[in-house]
């Protein structure tokens, strides 16, 4: 098993610059990847952006250019760096841990974009 906490969250103008992390603890030796996603007020959760143990990226062409995952060879935390934000990238952002033996999700932090 593993645990996911998220923190960061804040409220910021468009333009702004915000740090999340997702610490983890537990089983993560198992793990094989973080994935960021987002779920904004009455829409679906969204992937945002993934990093693999090998520390490869992937992002969501919305975020492209604007937001970073990074990590260490620890996996432990996780960030994502958003540059540029903008009023749509408004939602709560969690984190997921891809195990070999299944996901888990972090509860959650909220991010605010104010125009």
């Known amino acids: 098993q593993v645990q996911l906490v998220e923190s960061g969250g804040d409220l910021v103008q468009a333009g702004g610059s915000l740090r999340l992390s997702c610490a983890v603890s537990?089983?993560?030796?198992?793990?094989?990847?973080i994935g960021w996603y987002r779920q904004a007020p009455g829409k679906e959760r969204e992937w945002v952006a993934r990093i693999t143990r090998g520390l490869s990226t992937t992002y969501a062409d919305s975020v492209k250019g604007r937001f970073t995952v990074s990590t260490d060879n620890t996996m432990n935390p996780v960030y994502l760096q958003m540059t540029s934000l903008k009023p749509e990238d408004t939602a709560v952002y969690y984190c997921?841990?891809?195990?070999?033996?299944?996901?888990?999700w972090g509860q959650g932090t909220q991010v605010t974009v104010s125009s």
């Open positions: 997921n841990a891809q195990m070999s033996f299944g996901d888990y």
């Open positions: 537990g089983r993560t030796l198992s793990l094989n990847a």
